[in-house]
């Protein structure tokens, strides 16, 4: 059973970066999909993107495509999120998920809260 | 991108009552349908997938329907502990979309 550990929270001025990781434990990291979706304030739920570790390459929602890179560490078993030119709304909680069969997620890490803010 | 429409926004409703939240694709995903639930200070839990399979875990109370562009979760007895945000996300083509969220109450 794969389980997903975030790093902490994190508070950022506008303009600048962000790398959040998402650590997996309990299942074949290689083969599987690890997305990003976002959870900001008074919004829905919104993707981010995905990686096939194995493949390494990541795709991106199209809102976000220039201003978000994620990789993945193979070696630690752990993918990354980067985000850069951070504006105030960016700011939200922050889930990596594990992408099974027809594309569900399943299980979600525990988040990750940016705050953006001068 | 195909955009998740719910309905309704938010409910309330007493413990023992059936509820029905639904979702409207803008066009046919098939089955890619998927349903989460979420409480405050909690990260989303996979509840339904593929429009009707009850996730591993989850309470038998919880089912799904539909197909095409309408689909359903039902909860056929509110428990207190199901006080959550409801979620629809359709998984037939990226960039993934979810619904808006239904927020149901607990009387």
């Known amino acids: 059973q794969v389980q997903l550990v975030q790093s902490g929270a994190e508070v950022k001025k506008p303009g600048s970066s962000v790398k959040v990781s998402c650590k997996a434990s309990?299942?074949?990291?290689?083969?599987?999909?690890i997305t990003w979706v976002r959870h900001a304030p008074r919004q829905g739920l919104e993707w981010v993107g995905s990686?096939?570790?194995?493949?390494?390459?990541?795709k991106y929602a199209q809102k976000f495509q220039g201003r978000v890179t994620i990789i993945a560490d193979e070696a630690t078993s752990t993918v990354y999120m980067e985000f850069s030119s951070l504006t105030s709304d960016d700011t939200a909680f922050y889930y990596c998920?594990?992408?099974?069969?027809?594309?569900?997620?399943?299980?979600w890490g525990q988040g990750t809260l940016l705050t953006v803010s001068s | 991108d195909i955009q998740m429409t719910q309905s309704p926004l938010s409910l309330s409703a007493f413990v023992g009552d059936r509820v029905t939240i639904t979702c409207r694709a803008s066009?046919?995903?098939?089955?890619?349908l998927n349903w989460y639930q979420r409480k405050p200070g909690e990260a989303p839990k996979l509840l339904i997938y593929?429009?009707?399979n009850l996730q591993s875990g989850a309470p038998s109370r919880f089912s799904g329907s539909g197909s095409g562009t309408d689909f359903t979760l039902t909860i056929s007895s509110l428990h207190p502990e199901d006080g959550a945000t409801y979620y629809c996300?359709?998984?037939?083509?990226?960039?993934?979309?979810f619904g808006q969220g239904t927020k149901v109450e607990i009387k």
């Open positions: 998920a594990n992408v099974v069969g027809g594309d569900w997620f399943d299980p």
């Open positions: 309990g299942g074949i990291f290689s083969s599987s999909t």
């Open positions: 990686i096939v570790p194995i493949f390494g390459t990541a």
């Open positions: 066009q046919n995903i098939d089955k890619y």
């Open positions: 593929a429009a009707s």
């Open positions: 996300q359709e998984s037939h083509s990226a960039p993934w979309t």
